[in-house]
């Protein structure tokens, strides 16, 4: 099992900037890549940013350019810089982790953080 607390969301103006931060405990060792998904209201939850253990990184076509995924050296903290944000990246972020072989995979999420920008 892992548990996720997510902090850094809130409420910021077109243009500006956000930092979220994800940190994991439990059976980190197990984990295979971190990442961020977000849902905003009255849609679906979609995926915003992935990291692997490796570094390698998926973006969402919506942030490239603007978002950056992170992980810290020890593993168990995952951030998403966000910049030039726009009201469409209105949501509530949620944290996840992979974890276990490819062929079962077993997914953990975090609570959310809200993040809400203004036009």
């Known amino acids: 099992q892992v548990q996720l607390v997510e902090s850094g969301g809130g409420l910021v103006e077109a243009g500006g900037s956000l930092r979220l931060s994800c940190v994991a405990s439990g059976s980190i060792l197990r984990i295979n890549r971190m990442g961020w998904y977000r849902q905003a209201p009255g849609k679906q939850r979609e995926l915003v940013a992935l990291?692997?253990?490796?570094?390698?990184?998926n973006y969402a076509d919506s942030v490239k350019g603007r978002f950056t995924i992170s992980r810290d050296n020890a593993g168990n903290t995952v951030y998403l810089q966000m910049n030039s944000l726009r009201p469409e990246d209105t949501a509530v972020y949620y944290c996840y982790t992979q974890s276990g072989p490819p062929w079962s995979p077993a997914g953990s999420w975090g609570a959310g953080t809200q993040v809400t920008v203004s036009s």
């Open positions: 990291i692997t253990n490796s570094g390698d990184t």
